[in-house]
Structures are given as C-alpha cells and as structure tokens.
C-alpha cells in the first residue's frame, strides 16, 4: 500500500472534489474535506469517515479562520489541492473584489500562503485546478483586483489563467525546498458547474447538446486523485500543466511568462493583505 498522506481538498462537497475525496480515501488516504456548504461537506465526510472545515471563499476572514484550524488540526499536510471555484456573475464580495477572482484566485492564494511554513517543512505539493478556458484569459497586473467590465467566462478564463501563473511561481520560489507545484484541467464537467453564474452560463450548461462534451465528475476527480495521490519527481513533475493526467503545452502565451507570474504573486499578495 502506499504511504498514507494527508490531502486537504477544497471545494469537496461536490463535483470533482467529492469524487477526489472519495478516490483517494479509498487508496487509503487522510483526506480532509473543506466545503462551503455545511449540509453538503456534512454529508460526503459523514459517507467517508473524514474530517470536514468549512469556508465560504468570498471572505478572506473565512479563509484566515480555515487556516488556523488547519494549522492547530494537522502537524503534517502533504497536499493541499486549491480546487474551489466556480463561474459567477458580476458581484462584488465583502472585501471589494470580483466574485470569480476572490474565490479562483486571491482566496487560494491566501490560503497556501497562511499554510506555508507548514506545507514547505511536510514537502507538500501543492495542486491548482485550472481550465483549458486559461487559453482565452488575460492578465493585466496593473488591472487585477479593480472592478473591471467582463464577462462571466471572460473573468473565469483570467482566474483560470492566474491559477497557472500561481502554481508556476510557487515551483520557481520553493521547489528547491521541498515544495511541489503543479495545475491541471479536469475536463469540462457534468456537475454544478456554472451554476452561480449568469442565466446564459446557466442555459448553456443544461443544454442537451452539452452531454456530447462533457465528462462526470468521477473521471474529472480522478485527474486531481492522479496529482494528489502520485509522487512528484515520479508520476508527474513540479512545475507543469496538465491534460489527461498527462503534461500539456502551455494553453496561454502568457502562462509560460515568468515575469507576469512573479508580478501576479507581488500583487495579490498586496491586495490578501489589504482586503
């Protein structure tokens, strides 16, 4: 059997996270569930055996409190899977920024940078579920974090796209000390996807047609079991993009640009700490 970790997964209570859970628990993993939703976290623990914490992502206080309970909770944490997120419509959170780029990207963000210390001395790896709609994203740093006019797909392309830079620049800055980082594409899903998005986002996900494209949420959790529940340095590398459980080209010109993604880092790191 292999050596059993610890896995924290985000957004666990449905969808590619659940079926991660599942998967992973029944390789013989400590999986650790985080949800927002308490009846639906409740439940899949409750099916697994498994610890839970909540948070809702739209509030960083949320995230402070989900790291601390980590932290007093697991001496170790071996991975920590940033799979929370979703598509959404024009809101603004309480911290005063875009739903899609809080809860994609600046909440992660915050999350693996309160868990650090912690994840660097375990030699974690740390696994972003990104999207091959990165290949559309943009990045403008100067821009991140105002309330800018976009699009429901068009914001979710960008966080998407930030996910990639986020994991690149956690390899780059502490894969030599044991951390391991890496982003990938599920597939585009049959789950609740899309559902907190606008009305069209919403049609297009329940159209029949949509079934053609789509896979269900086991194969999808299986591509973060396959990162989560593999070996860096083995069955994948630090610093790469996934497709298929198998590397991929870079989906964006600007996800292979390694000064975009120090600056990415820089900035969100001021906007965690202001919001």
């Not at 459980?245 to 390694?258: C, E, F, I, K, L």
Request: neutral net charge.
């Amino acid at each position: 059997m292999a050596e059993q970790r610890t896995i924290v997964i985000t957004g666990a209570s449905d969808g590619i996270g659940a079926a991660a859970a599942r998967q992973l628990t029944e390789r013989g993993d400590d999986v650790v569930l985080v949800g927002r939703s308490p009846d639906k976290t409740k439940r899949i623990a409750d099916e697994l055996g498994r610890p839970y914490h909540l948070a809702d992502f739209v509030e960083f206080d949320q995230v402070r409190a989900l790291a601390r309970e980590l932290l007093d909770a697991y001496p170790r944490i071996d991975v920590l899977a940033n799979n929370a997120g979703g598509i959404y419509g024009q809101q603004t959170t309480t911290d005063g920024f875009d739903y899609t780029l809080q809860i994609n990207h600046l909440s992660p963000f915050l999350l693996t940078s309160l868990l650090l210390e912690r994840l660097i001395a375990s030699k974690a790896a740390v696994i972003q579920t990104s999207s091959a709609m990165a290949k559309g994203g943009r990045i403008d740093v100067d821009e991140l974090g105002t309330l800018r006019k976009r699009s429901a797909t068009g914001a979710y392309s960008d966080t998407k796209l930030a996910n990639i830079l986020f994991s690149n620049e956690l390899h780059r800055r502490y894969h030599e000390q044991g951390l391991s980082a890496a982003a990938f594409h599920p597939g585009a899903v049959a789950s609740n996807f899309g559902s907190s998005g606008s009305a069209l986002v919403r049609l297009t996900y329940q159209l029949p047609v949509m079934k053609l494209f789509l896979v269900d949420a086991d194969k999808g959790g299986a591509r973060l079991s396959f990162l989560a529940g593999g070996t860096p340095g083995e069955t994948w590398q630090s610093g790469g993009y996934y497709e298929k459980s198998r590397p991929a080209g870079p989906v964006n010109r600007q996800a292979a640009d390694p000064e975009l993604a120090r600056a990415l880092w820089d900035r969100s790191e001021q906007l965690v700490s202001a919001g």
